[in-house]
């Protein structure tokens, strides 16, 4: 059973900029898994931000941007804002399945 | 605009089954493989199940398989997730997405809540 980890939390400055990462238990995240972000808010449903490592939706700020670094996928956010104070997922791609990270809850502060 | 819209949820013993629905609008369905995500109150996301829009290939996380069946009716824009032997961890809120396994997962429903409960 494949593993995705994610930071528990992060904290970032308002103005600053974060990076949340993306691991895999199996080895190094590719483009081959092809890695997503998800941005969750308390009491909404989730929203796709980031898709295939670095692709944003037309909805996605510009702050946001995604990458492979290091063997992870990464999200980073440039210029923090309050409103991005919400859960981040990752969810990568394996053979046959799909597997999401525990989350990273960002505070905004 | 795009629109996915579950039901079926609701409260059932362990052993018990049900079958959530997905009614999707806005784009066109047949072209499009479609996931279900489900969320246990307070907790992470896990990925339930994906079936392709083309060849309709099932995929399913080992949580579920066996237990679970995606389907999909494409006269009636809808996907259905049947739900058999359920257990008190399968309670969680069932979210539908349009996309995965050759298609971007970009949009989710607000989800139908299930609760497995003796």
């Known amino acids: 059973q494949s593993v995705v980890t994610q930071e528990p939390s992060l904290t970032v400055s308002p103005g600053g900029t974060v990076t949340l990462t993306c691991g895999s238990s199996t080895g190094a995240v590719t483009s081959g898994h092809y890695p997503y972000w998800f941005q969750q808010k308390p009491g909404q449903v989730p929203r796709t931000l980031i898709y295939d490592a670095e692709n944003k939706h037309s909805w996605t700020p510009a702050r946001f941007s995604g990458s492979l670094i290091g063997g992870k996928a990464a999200l980073t956010l440039s210029g923090a804002q309050p409103e991005d104070e919400a859960d981040y997922y990752c969810l990568l791609f394996y053979n046959g399945l799909a597997v999401f990270g525990g989350g990273t809850k960002l505070t905004v502060l | 605009e795009v629109h996915l819209l579950e039901s079926g949820g609701g409260l059932v013993q362990p052993g018990g089954s049900l079958r959530l629905s997905c009614t999707a609008s806005?784009?066109?369905?047949?072209?499009?493989?479609m996931t279900w995500v489900r969320q246990t109150p307070g907790k992470g996301l896990e990925w339930v199940s994906s079936m392709s829009g083309k060849t309709d290939t099932t995929y399913y996380a080992d949580s579920v398989k066996g237990r679970f069946t995606i389907s999909r009716d494409n006269s009636r824009n809808t996907l259905f997730l049947q739900m058999n032997n359920l257990r008190v961890e399968d309670t969680a809120v069932y979210h539908c997405?349009?996309?995965?396994?050759?298609?971007?997962?970009?949009?989710w429903g607000q989800g139908t809540l299930v609760t497995v409960d003796s």
């Open positions: 997405m349009k996309g995965g396994w050759g298609n971007v997962l970009d949009f």
């Open positions: 806005g784009f066109t369905f047949i072209d499009y493989g």
